[in-house]
């Protein structure tokens, strides 16, 4: 059916190419599939209805009129307004929030876990809004020119105010995502305070039962990897002896496997994030092992290792996205293999070794390549233990491969 847009409607017209990918399940549609926009001075942040070279519709979208994501679909239906679309928001929240009940049940039960992901863009239909549990913080981020929007905070402290749990609500601006969208700056102030509560930012939360400082003005991401949530308690199931933690950020992987090896050394780069580190070693006392936190270049550091015969029982390989562009993924395959590399140089025979990469332009048929031709070029028989992924309060999406972006391996290396 044809679709007839009134003369103050908004219009997008796509690429045979991209009307396939919208119609096959994508959510995006690049700038270079656009072939036009009506009006053409439309501001950022509408919404518009999407039609083919037919002029048939295939949904609505938001529009950003600087991102390199011109229109993210928000429903299948053309000519959605913002009123329904704010009514969807409402519902997919509320949805997104009961999955994490039954994905992330031990999140809203018992002690020792008590964050996860409520809220996860297009994997939840709510392209644009991510939502983080901390406790009794929840964290929002709203990414794009059609979600970093008044109305849309109202909707988000509406349901997140139903949630006896909650006390507090406050929005963390993503600085790429600011930049790449020209947002302008956030309110100040929470989004929701529950009657009798104190608007905190700064809290201490739990996973697998250990626990982390949280600072919702500080950190990367909304302050913390909660994908990696599973993979902490995997990781800590084959760890032994000595264990190296490369790119430990605020000590993750490192404090987990602290409760069962002997002595654990965590390198980053940032002083700030391992500061924090040892401030969450100190909330942990009984952990058994012994644990020093390392300021240095990980590539610098492996090398110097491996020069000087340094052996591990335990390497963990977690470094942030080398590949945060397609064009950036050559490169980023080198740097997974150099490290991998240099890490199975040093693991001990019957060692593990857990290598992660969180560069969605890198898939998993590509990371493990990139770790077999490292496990042939030293010389090491590598076995598979486990091959992993995101925490499920991280769904992936099928017809949309970027929202599978986490990878980890843990192996066995002889």
Known sequence: MTFEASATEAVAGITRRAAERVRAGHLWVYWSDVDRIQPAELAGGALVSVVDGRGIALGTALYSDASEIALRIVSRQGGVGRAAYLDDVRERARAAIRLRERVAQEAFSGDETNACRLAFSEADELP???????G?????????????????????????????????????????????????????????????????????????????????????????????????AAAARWARGRALDVCTYQGGFALHVARVCERVTGVDASRAALEVADRNLALNPGT?????????????????????????????????????TKRAAEGAMRGYKELNLRAMKMISAGGTLVSCSCSYHVGMEEFTAVVRAAAEDAGRRVQVLEMRGAAPDHPAILTLPETSYLKCLICRVG
């Open 136 to 232: 009794e913080l929840v964290v929002v981020q709203l990414l794009t020119q059609g979600t970093a929007q008044d109305d849309v905070r109202a909707v988000l402290a509406e349901v997140l105010a139903e949630q006896e749990w909650v006390r507090t609500v406050v929005e963390r601006p993503d600085a790429r995502a600011r930049e790449l969208e020209r947002l302008k700056a956030a309110p100040e102030g929470p989004l929701f305070v529950r009657a009798g509560s104190e608007a905190a930012l700064q809290t201490v939360f739990t996973i697998n039962g250990v626990r982390f400082h949280f600072d919702a003005a500080a950190g990367q991401k909304t302050g913390a990897f909660l994908d990696q949530r599973l993979n902490y």
């Open 128 to 134: 644009g809004i991510v939502m983080d549990r901390y």
């Open 288 to 324: 058994s092992a012994q644990v020093d936190w390392i300021e240095a270049d990980a590539f610098e550091l492996m090398r110097d290792y491996a020069e000087a015969g340094e052996r591990f029982d335990t390497v963990v390989l977690d470094p942030p996205a080398f590949a945060k």
